[in-house]
């Protein structure tokens, strides 16, 4: 790769050794993927719950905060993903103290660093939206994906370390989508059902996801026929990033890069696929198969914008749920939630509104274990792609058929 | 002795079993990492022990969390010995760069259908270009 005279001083120790650390870390990666150099990043997103990170994950970022001041302060802002818990609400959901333990010395490390703790996966709704054309090191793959595709910005998928590596450098490699080039549409879908609630467009996004299978895939869509909502969209991204570890796509007429098809795409290119109603049933069944009795209902990942919630207490309210009722959106939402009597609209009926955490993210393995649960229904597609491999049997169902099911125990 | 070329390599020279299977992975979506088996019911070699084999398998799947979780899981040593794929995505880049584990990917043919499951393998990351080799014997 090539280096400027600062990523040379970087990678020889002349800014300290996390900086250090952190190029030469990002050559290794860079290398591998074919970078020719480096691109400066104006933000920097990391995903570090202490699921992830695990106490030898905490230790190593302990380590990079003891460092003087100067060489371990991140140089560009550097935000962060949600963490494993919503400390007000751990003793709920039975998690252990060792977990909390574990979160405050992670968060005491990336606090060190001058990362800012905002814990949220919708960023993009709440924080600072990316510009078309911005370069971003951003974690999480809903927020790549959402970012890359809906705002046209450029970022990989920037896992943890790499992603604080980016903060320290201010710099990430130029490879992948980055790149203009690799940004053209490579596979092309007919879609014959705009899909209607945000279940079906998470179960348009794993269909999609199933179909690219990797993350060198970038799908256009052609058919859709009203310009989605955010949540839509943010529901979609997530599913396909989910699904098929994809970080871009193409939306004809309605994402920026591809108001034409043959903005994004070559005239060869012929449809893979055409995605019909009875398909989003068909994925959505599959999960529904063989489960009655609910033991909990989460809504989460992505965190719930404002409007989510506000629609959910409103099919909430004069009902009383009869199974835990988890509803998880982010700090920055949560006050606001607060402030317009929407969460204490769901707590009344006995649901428990989490800030600043995601379901997968807070050892969901561990939390079925505590409180028995295994049936879990859920309006995410991308929750029940996940929750499989942590021993759950999770039903894809819509925000309406989750709601009763809160209240009756039961998927009708 | 047969030899495959691949595009990329990085981490240690290794040897040993192939655990091969058509499908994806992902730390988080895949596994059980306290008890090193794959987890998820869907996937192909669920309830099978990864620790200590050569996982040849197709693509890298899920999320950005296996870019923390190999490190973890190189620190308790229940951990694969080596990650051999058709594809894989910058986390599993990213993860193998931090735990200095070992991975190879991009070949000329579908590495999952040419090595047999259970084989005796070789990782040579330090081939140029990097190779993975099929060795005689049980």
């Known amino acids: 790769m090539r280096l400027n005279d600062e990523e040379q001083a970087m990678l020889a120790g002349g800014a300290g050794p996390a900086r250090q650390w952190a190029i030469d870390h990002q050559m290794r990666v860079g290398r591998y993927l074919g970078a020719a150099d480096f691109v400066p990043v104006s933000q920097a997103h990391i995903m570090a719950d202490t699921e992830s990170l695990g106490s030898a994950g905490v230790a190593w970022l302990e380590r990079l905060a003891a460092l003087p001041e100067d060489q371990r302060s991140v140089r560009i802002p550097t935000i962060t993903d949600p963490r494993g818990t919503d400390f007000a609400a751990a003793a709920r959901l039975k998690q252990q103290d060792w977990m909390l333990a574990l979160e405050r010395r992670a968060i005491a490390a990336f606090e060190a660093l001058g990362v800012l703790m905002t814990d949220t996966c919708i960023n993009y709704q709440t924080i600072m939206p990316a510009v078309r054309g911005e370069h971003m090191a951003y974690g999480d793959t809903g927020v790549v994906i959402y970012s890359n595709s809906v705002l046209g910005a450029r970022s990989n998928f920037e896992g943890g370390p790499s992603a604080l590596a980016a903060g320290l450098t201010g710099r990430t490699p130029r490879y992948g989508y980055h790149l203009p080039d690799k940004r053209r549409a490579t596979l092309l879908m007919r879609v014959d059902f705009t899909p209607r609630e945000l279940h079906d467009w998470g179960a348009l996004g794993g269909i999609v996801g199933r179909i690219a299978g990797d993350y060198w895939q970038v799908p256009a869509l052609v058919g859709i026929d009203r310009v989605p909502t955010s949540d839509e969209l943010k529901h979609f991204g997530a599913a396909l990033a989910s699904y098929g570890s994809v970080a871009l796509f193409h939306m004809v007429g309605v994402t920026p890069e591809a108001q034409r098809l043959a903005d994004v795409a070559d005239p060869s290119l012929t449809p893979a696929a055409t995605i019909a109603e009875a398909d989003l049933r068909a994925f959505q069944g599959a999960y529904r198969s063989g489960i009655d009795k609910v033991d909990v209902v989460v809504f989460s990942t992505p965190q719930l914008s404002l409007l989510e919630l506000r629609a959910l207490a409103g099919m909430l309210d004069g009902r009383r749920t009869t199974v835990p009722l988890l509803v998880v959106t982010s700090p920055q939402v949560k006050p606001d939630a607060d402030r317009l009597g929407i969460t204490a609209r769901i707590e009344a009926t006995g649901g428990l509104v989490l800030s600043g955490m995601c379901f997968y993210q807070s050892y969901a393995r561990e939390m079925a274990e505590a409180n028995g649960w295994q049936s879990l229904v859920t309006n995410s597609a991308k929750l029940v792609n996940i929750l499989g491999g942590y021993g759950y049997r999770p039903a894809l169902l819509s925000m309406q058929e989750c709601v009763d099911a809160a209240c009756t125990g039961r998927i009708a | ?138």
């Open chain 2, 1 to 138: 002795m047969t030899g495959f070329r691949a595009a990329a390599a990085m981490g240690k020279r290794v040897r040993g079993r192939a655990l091969v299977a058509k499908d994806g992975f992902s730390a988080r979506y895949d596994l059980d990492r306290v008890n090193g088996v794959f987890a998820r019911p869907e996937h192909k070699l669920a309830g099978q022990s990864y620790v200590g084999r050569v996982l040849v398998l197709d693509a890298a799947k899920g999320g950005v969390a296996t870019a923390w979780m190999l490190h973890e899981m190189a620190a308790r040593d229940v951990m694969p010995l080596a990650l051999v794929l058709n594809r894989v995505n910058p986390i599993m880049v990213q993860g193998a760069a931090l735990a200095d584990f070992t991975m190879m990917s991009g070949f000329d043919v579908d590495i999952t259908a040419v090595v047999p499951d259970g084989a005796l393998v070789e990782v040579d990351t330090e081939a140029d270009p990097p190779c993975l080799r099929i060795l005689p014997g049980p």
